[in-house]
């Protein structure tokens, strides 16, 4: 099986390009988020917008770039972090990669059908903390 990740120069261009456009709007756009994390070495807060997906207690987020992403060893490392959705903040805890299959068991509502049929392999559980 191959796993299906789009290309590291596009995630070079997305990270000083297209992120901070995003910024603008991601927290607040039905199928994105902003997840908020510092980083393990720096210290230094980020703000990295994603295409986030609800679930029965938190979050999914597909591994477009693969699972070799410096916010995914980010919130690892701190055990979590704070996702900005639909213009509210919230802290989000225990990351976990799973496979698609395994995530889209758990994504609600009508998001369900678009995260299964997404052409990628693994994804991130994050759980809500209110």
């Known amino acids: 099986m191959?796993?299906?990740?789009?290309?590291?120069?596009?995630?070079?261009?997305?990270?000083?390009?297209?992120?901070?456009?995003?910024?603008?709007?991601?927290?607040?756009?039905?199928?994105?988020?902003?997840l908020e994390h510092v980083g393990r070495r720096s210290g230094k807060p980020y703000r990295t917008p994603l295409s986030v997906f609800s679930t029965d207690d938190g979050v999914a987020i597909l591994l477009t770039y693969g699972p070799d992403r410096d916010w995914l060893k980010n919130i690892i490392a701190a055990g979590g972090g704070r996702m900005r959705r639909h213009g509210k903040t919230f802290a989000v805890s225990n990351p976990q990669v799973v496979t698609k299959a395994e995530a889209a068991q758990h994504v609600r509502g009508r998001a369900q059908a678009v995260f299964a049929r997404l052409p990628f392999e693994q994804a991130v559980l994050l759980t809500r903390l209110d």
């Open 2 to 34: 191959t796993i299906m990740q789009l290309p590291q120069r596009l995630a070079r261009f997305n990270r000083h390009v297209t992120n901070p456009i995003q910024r603008m709007w991601a927290g607040w756009a039905p199928s994105f988020g902003i």
